[in-house]
Structures are given as C-alpha cells and as structure tokens.
C-alpha cells in the first residue's frame, strides 16, 4: 500500500487552484468563462476515452439508476456543498460581509473541483494499483494534470478550488487503503464497469462546466462502485452482460 501518490494528489490539487487565485485578476470574467468552456470540451475528451472500455450497457444503466436513487436519497451533493461552506467559515476566525457573500460561489468551486479530481478512471485505477501494487506512477501522473485544470478552475471559479485537495486526499486514501480488502471482488470486467461509469459521470462533469446541464452529478457517485455487487450478479444470467 503506497498513500504517498493520495497525499502528492491532495498537494498539486490545491497548489494549481492557489496558483490559479494568485493569477485570476489578470483574467477577465470574459475570458475566465471562455477557458472554462474549454477546460468542459477537455473534460469531455477524458470523459470519452474512458467510455471506450469494455463496458456493459445494462450493467451500468442499472449501477446509474440504483447509485442515483441512493445518492439523491443521501443528497451527497448537498452534503459536500455544505462541506465546502463549512471549510471556508473555518479558514479565518471571522468571516467579513464580503466572504460571506461569496460562500455559493466558493462552495460551487469546491464541488466542480472536487468531482473533476475525484470522478474518473485514473481517481479509480491509480488508487487501485497504489493499493493493490503499490506503484502510485498513475496517480503521479493524474497529480500533475490536475495542478493544471484546478489552476484554471481557481482562475474562474475562486477559492473553494484550493480546498478540494482535501477530499482527493481522502477519497484517494480511503480507495488505497481498501483496496486489499475488495481485491477478492475486483475482477478485470468489474473494474471495467467502474471505470466506464466514472468516465459517463465526467461527461455530465463537461457538460455542467459548459453550462449546457446542470446535474448534480455527486448524487450519482455510488453507481460508480455499484457494478461491484451488480456485475457479478447480472453474469450470472447467461447473455445479459
């Protein structure tokens, strides 16, 4: 079990979105909404590219409706925008007339930025092989593109930005430390079905950054582990998966 990729993930998270506060008077809110559409169309292509496996339709169309009919219930959504407001009220000991106003808007960048890290294949395969091989190459990798888009996000979207390193450090941590545990259930094509999952959520992801949509896409996290209990299940009827 490596942590060391979770914790360098956690790290150049936060480091691109501070980069990005020190930078952002230099962006207009015209250009600031112009890069966002462009950083959404990269985040389509991430989000294609991982569709491209070897996934189950039934498989995951089932994983979707189940894991939204839990996370609606949950409303993990709002539970992590309320999260994102408690860490701002918790950065100074009093919050001026001006932060407060800000709170929407620093919770709206802590939950684009915190799915953008946390929903996608190389989230799910890089904590998998840190946990299971102990090689955090994936994660590495995945570090240093996410300095870059939460950059651009800090630039846009403010400073909830930077506090998303602390749910990418505890969601990649929390993967990596369980992934011994669930290694008896991590087939090949089980894997597969996470991964396929993950990708169709970062699409809604895109599209939310474009303003074309706007779903709360945390509601839908359970279904991208969901395909560890329903995949195995639905193999066993013959021609369904």
């Known amino acids: 079990m490596n942590l060391l990729g979770a ?7 936060s480091a691109g979105g501070l980069l990005g506060l020190i930078f952002r008077k230099r962006i207009s809110e015209e250009l600031g909404d112009f890069l966002m559409m462009g950083m959404g169309l990269c985040v389509l292509l991430v ?17 979707m409706a189940i894991g939204g009919v839990i996370g609606h219930a949950i409303d993990i959504d709002g539970l992590v925008g309320r999260f994102g407001a408690w860490v701002q009220r918790r950065l100074g000991p009093a919050a001026t ?35 299971l091989e102990g ?11 996410d300095c870059i888009v939460t950059m651009l996000m800090g630039a846009t979207m403010g400073a ?13 941590a929390i993967l990596t430390a369980g992934a011994g545990a669930l290694q008896p259930l991590l087939s090949d094509a089980v894997v597969d079905q996470m991964l396929v999952t993950g990708s169709l959520l970062l699409l809604a992801i895109g599209f939310n950054m474009m303003k074309i949509t706007d779903i709360k896409v945390a509601n839908f996290l359970p279904a991208a582990f969901l395909p560890i209990v329903v995949y195995p299940l639905l193999a066993l009827v013959p021609g369904l998966v």
């Open 7 to 13: 914790l360098v993930n956690g790290v150049a998270a």
């Open 47 to 63: 989000g294609i590219q991982g569709m491209m496996g070897a996934g189950s339709v039934v498989t995951i169309t089932i994983c």
């Open 97 to 131: 007339a001006e932060q407060k106003a800000a709170e929407p808007s620093f919770a709206r960048g802590f939950v684009n930025a915190t799915l953008f890290i946390c929903v996608g294949s190389m989230a799910i395969v890089g904590s998998l092989e840190a946990g």
């Open 135 to 145: 090689d955090a190459a994936t994660l590495y990798a995945k570090s240093l593109i």
């Open 160 to 172: 909830g930005v930077v506090a998303s390193g602390i749910c990418v450090l505890a969601y990649e």
